[in-house]
């Protein structure tokens, strides 16, 4: 009873706290940021009380009647990999509220903006331990509407307002998508309650409208976690604080989509629909978001793109659908969290103390800002996927799946050379992340002094990068046991065997990821001086944006054709991303 308490705790914690912070004085900086930090501390503890139950492998449930006779119930149920993504949720968004305390200046509203925070928390943890499928689409169309809300919190500002509606666009469509998919799910499995969901999964896979579901089950998780062609909302939303986009965008939103795709890979997996969608469109969107990564200027755009790219990453494992998939992908769900958390933070760091984030401007940052300049190396080669890091580890696993995964289609054996191809990029675009910000010469001309930050802005971003060392050094005796326990809960009785060592000699792995470190060396070398003085995209299809399509069709929708004269001028408030289609 004690346990399932914690767990209505758990959700409904963040959202007292939301409104307590809602009602604080604007200037109550500190006040508001305590209670934040410690909503999260709280969030911690709860789970550090349950880990001994989900380590053990037992499933926490607490069931809590709603509309019963509709089958719709808060059901809240927390297995292992519940536990590990509400540990992100509240791991980094304590992180966050630490750092964002000294991010936001003094004009911010920090009780609006740490409110935000924390009612998106909650409905981050009301999705992840809904124990019903409609229940989770309730929160998840929460998160769709407090993130559009954080995305667009400087309001002021035309950018922050285009990139929110456009998030909330997309995300909100796919949540109907997802929605119409859930109760197709639900009427072929004979209930919503997500246990018998998971134990009906032959009867899904073998049902005539298995293939109408699939397709609107993953149109949710795709447009909530970027994936082609959905992708372009992602870099739209970086006109937010940097908190939000390291809190969204590393831990948390874009998570949500590729938690579904591992939650519902037992379920809707293992058939050649599956593997052509979900694994297609995971290596598609892993290739173009590194190649698009090293072209783009700003540094949070090419954050922005090398999420994308990531998520495309784990979406492919998911796609893969064997075990030792499903263990890589939650293990970089893990490790990606970590390292662009940090990176995003890192970014934030240099535009708040030089004035701007534009790649073309900032250089030779590292005389003045050498610890900033330390923490964002390291970090950057953790998504690169050097050795010792902890992002090395989990993309050796998606090489050995990448070689392994052999069907006899053109697709299943190119896949190998597309990992290869687009951990090239990877590397490519975090040297030239860390080369042009930190390295050659003195900057002129920035808009501030750069010098170090606070202290404890700069805290979140050590204590992360030192997770990074520590994962990569000693992996087994530090998240071994995590990421076993959310594997279990996925795969049950078809666990297999796994090692976090460092070495395993030399393998068809380890090859091509020394390939792909030296091609990314000499990509960059070689396209360096090119890259600053082109266009922020690839060359011939630099033009070619997602968000001018978005726009120009929501112009279609929304004006009348033809107009009459006197309504021939574009209308008072037109957002001028709209660009030319004003």
């Avoid at 767990?7 to 706290?17: D, G, H, T």
């Avoid at 999260?40 to 069931?63: C, E, F, K, N, T």
């Avoid at 003045?368 to 950057?380: H, K, N, Q």
């Amino acid at each position: 009873m004690v346990q399932q308490s914690l767990l209505l705790l758990l959700l409904f914690l963040p959202f007292v706290a939301s409104i307590f912070a809602a009602t604080m004085q604007a200037k109550a900086k500190n006040a508001v940021a305590w209670l934040s930090g410690g909503t999260m501390v709280a969030g911690l503890a709860i789970l550090a009380a349950l880990w001994p139950m989900i380590s053990a492998g037992q499933v926490v449930r607490d069931y809590n009647a709603w509309l019963p006779r509709q089958g719709i119930n808060l059901t809240l149920r927390m297995d292992g990999l519940a536990w590990i993504f509400a540990l992100m949720v509240l791991g980094i968004g304590l992180m966050v509220v630490i750092y964002a305390r000294y991010y936001l200046s003094s004009r911010d509203s920090a009780p609006r903006f740490f409110a935000l925070l924390l009612a998106f928390a909650g409905s981050m943890n009301g999705m992840i331990l809904s124990g019903n499928i409609i229940v989770l689409i309730v929160f998840w169309e929460m998160t769709s509407l407090f993130s559009f809300l954080l995305i667009g919190f400087w309001h002021h500002t035309p950018n922050a307002r285009d990139g929110a509606r456009m998030a909330l666009v997309i995300t909100g469509t796919g949540g109907l998508c997802l929605l119409a998919g859930m109760l197709l799910i639900g009427h072929m499995a004979g209930s919503y309650d997500l246990d018998r969901v998971l134990a009906a999964a032959d009867v899904i896979r073998e049902h005539p409208l298995y293939l109408p579901a699939l397709i609107l089950f993953l149109l949710g998780a795709f447009t909530k976690s970027a994936q082609f062609p959905f992708h372009f909302w992602l870099p739209n939303a970086m006109a937010a604080p940097t908190p939000v986009s390291a809190y969204l965008h590393s831990a948390t939103m874009v998570k949500m989509g590729v938690f579904l795709l591992v939650r519902f890979s037992p379920v809707l997996g293992g058939t050649p629909e599956w593997f052509n969608i979900v694994g297609g469109v995971g290596m598609i969107t892993l290739t173009i978001g590194a190649v698009i990564a090293l072209f783009r200027h700003d540094l949070k755009g090419l954050l922005a793109y090398s999420t994308i790219s990531h998520l495309g990453l784990i979406t492919a494992l998911c796609g893969i659908g064997s075990p030792e998939a499903i263990v890589a992908a939650i293990f970089h769900i893990m490790n990606h969290a970590v390292f662009k958390a940090s990176l995003f933070m890192a970014a934030g760091i240099v535009d708040h103390e030089t004035g701007t984030r534009d790649m073309r401007r900032l250089s030779g940052l590292a005389r003045y800002m050498p610890m900033t300049a330390t923490l964002a190396t390291v970090a950057a080669a953790a998504m690169a996927g050097v050795p010792l890091l902890n992002g090395f580890l989990s993309k050796e696993m998606f090489f050995a799946e990448a070689y392994a995964w052999h069907g006899g289609s053109p697709f299943d054996d190119s896949m190998p050379y597309i990992a290869v191809l687009a951990s090239t990029f990877s590397v490519a675009y975090s040297l030239r992340l860390i080369h042009t910000v930190f390295f050659g010469p003195a900057p002129v001309d920035l808009p501030k002094a750069p010098h170090e930050p606070v202290h404890w802005m700069r805290r979140p971003v050590e204590l992360l990068v030192l997770l990074c060392l520590v994962v990569g050094i000693v992996p087994a005796q530090t998240v071994g046991p995590w990421l076993d326990a959310a594997a279990r809960s996925v795969l049950g009785g078809a666990m297999p065997y796994y090692s976090l060592a460092l070495w395993h000699g030399i393998n068809a792995p380890l090859i091509m990821s020394c390939i792909a470190v030296a091609a990314g060396v000499l990509v960059y070398a070689a396209t360096a001086s090119r890259i600053a003085a082109g266009p922020e995209g690839p060359p011939l299809i630099h033009r070619i944006r997602g968000a001018r399509m978005f726009d120009w069709g929501l112009v279609k929708l929304t004006w009348k054709w033809p107009r009459s004269a006197a309504a021939s001028s574009a209308p008072t408030g037109c957002n001028r991303s709209f660009g030319s289609w004003c």
